[in-house]
């Protein structure tokens, strides 16, 4: 649908629907520098196992035998371009835009900083539900966080830095638990903005609508922060577009650039960025759906 246009329109602008993004401030994030030179658009982190002490069981013993190289296993983060491209004629700047920013900017910015947390909460959604299982009517939530709890924890898994990513529906039966200690109702807030919903043994609960569950859509995703990478970089200012700017959006770089199209009368605006995102490994994450669940 074009410009909004008429004899007589209203200087109010409704806000524009969009995601609050959050998901890639509780992940480990590569730094968007690394992806330059040979390393190209993908780039391997280090994942580094555990190790177990041994037993001299008699001083002096030679114990040689035991000494094992160090290993590590990688993972791979590949970063794919997003982007937005508007037309906006000699018509619609001159006679039709009010404001740029609010009207042709923003639009695109969300859009792109959406699709660059999609990455990440693709990555989430592509996970396979461990055993336990959400029922819809709230009657084993608690259980489900418990069970989360213990198998991160089984897993050595520290009991700092634990997130739970959550569909608006988990969401629900969430905040119908007793012992949840809801943010709104702790007067605090963080740099997670509104997308924290609030906190239970030990997990920091962030609402998403990028993830998805079974046939009722109740999702909870429960990980360390070093369960999943998260990669970002805006593009570099081309040396052919007439104007360019750096844009920063919850924590996302990105680019704009503006070139003007002569053949057509026209502007045009892109606005793009590089993202990608990986799970780290198994034994960080727990995923539960709905019994209809993936």
Not at 122 to 141: E, F, R
Not at 192 to 207: S, W
Not at 260 to 269: E, I, K, M, T, V
Request: proline share 4%.
């Amino acid at each position: 649908m074009p410009l909004v246009t008429a004899k007589g329109i209203s200087s109010l602008m409704v806000p524009l629907l969009r995601r609050q993004l959050a998901l890639a401030s509780t992940v480990s994030r590569v730094p968007g520098t690394e992806f330059a030179g040979d390393n190209g658009d993908t780039i391997t982190v280090r994942v580094r196992q555990p190790r177990t002490a041994n037993i001299q069981a008699t001083p002096g013993a030679d114990v040689s035998g035991n000494f094992t190289s160090i290993t590590e296993v990688p993972v791979d983060v590949s970063l794919v371009h997003l982007y937005d491209g508007v037309n906006v004629t000699d018509q619609e700047m001159t006679m039709q835009l009010v404001d740029f920013a609010s009207q042709v900017t923003e639009p695109q910015v969300a859009a792109v900083a959406t699709g660059a947390e999609d990455e990440l909460a693709g990555a989430m959604n592509d996970l396979v539900a461990d055993d336990a299982t959400l029922a819809l009517d709230g009657t084993n939530t608690e259980a489900a966080i418990l069970a989360a709890r213990e198998t991160l924890s089984r897993n050595d898994v520290p009991t700092g830095d634990r997130f739970a990513a959550v569909s608006p529906e988990a969401a629900t039966l969430l905040l119908g638990l007793d012992k949840f200690v809801r943010v709104d109702a702790s007067g605090t807030d963080n740099a997670l903005r509104n997308a924290v919903i609030g906190k239970l043994y030990g997990f920091t609960f962030v609402e998403s609508s990028g993830l998805t569950g079974g046939a009722g859509g109740a999702a909870m995703v429960f990980y360390h922060r070093s369960g999943f990478v998260f990669a970002n970089r805006a593009p570099v200012a081309p040396s052919g577009a007439a104007q360019s700017a750096a844009v920063n959006d919850s924590g996302l770089g990105l680019r704009q650039i503006f070139q003007y199209a002569p053949g057509n009368l026209r502007d045009q605006s892109v606005v793009s960025t590089f993202a990608g995102a990986a799970v780290v490994d198994a034994d960080r994450v727990y995923k539960v759906t709905d019994a209809t669940g993936p």
